[in-house]
């Protein structure tokens, strides 16, 4: 019965470590893309920094949306939100959010597609 227990417990580990692996591939492949990206979408140095600075930091806030609960899934008005406030747009006056709640799957913030199928 023991053996059993530590099998499993050897299981689920091997299991989260090759999630994890799958999930840093994935990572380093959308920055890869998100820097070639803004290399071909920016005219100078200081554009492709600004391009890349943005679009690394709105990855990283929907990677601490995903982390906060991942079983619940992602608000989409979380995330709009987090984004408007992000570049200071989240005064009501220049900015109104109307609609139903909506919940997406975690692995909606993940890119797609996925280059990692193991």
Same mark, same amino acid.
């Given at each position: 019965?023991?053996?059993?227990?530590? /099998?499993? =417990?050897?299981?689920?580990?091997?299991? %989260?470590? $090759?999630? +994890?692996?799958?999930?840093?591939?994935?990572? %380093? !492949? %959308?920055?890869?893309?998100?820097?070639? @990206?803004?290399?071909?979408?920016?005219?100078?140095?200081? *554009?492709?920094? $600004?391009? +890349?600075?943005? /679009?690394?930091?709105?990855?990283?806030?929907?990677?601490?949306?995903?982390? @906060? *609960?991942?079983?619940? #899934?992602? *608000?989409? !008005?979380?995330?709009?939100?987090?984004?408007?406030?992000?570049?200071? $747009?989240?005064? &009501?006056? /220049?900015?109104?959010?109307? #609609? &139903? =709640?909506?919940?997406?799957?975690?692995? $909606?913030?993940?890119? !797609?597609? !996925?280059?990692? =199928?193991?």
């Amino acid at each position: 019965m023991a053996a059993e227990a530590g /099998r499993n =417990t050897d299981d689920e580990r091997a299991a %989260l470590l $090759a999630e +994890l692996q799958h999930r840093v591939r994935n990572m %380093l !492949w %959308l920055t890869r893309m998100i820097t070639r @990206r803004s290399a071909e979408s920016s005219e100078s140095l200081e *554009d492709y920094v $600004a391009h +890349l600075d943005g /679009r690394l930091g709105a990855m990283a806030r929907v990677q601490n949306t995903v982390i @906060r *609960d991942p079983r619940a #899934g992602l *608000d989409l !008005w979380s995330l709009i939100t987090d984004e408007l406030a992000s570049v200071q $747009a989240d005064d &009501p006056v /220049r900015a109104r959010l109307v #609609g &139903p =709640t909506v919940l997406l799957h975690a692995r $909606a913030a993940e890119p !797609w597609p !996925w280059p990692c =199928t193991n």
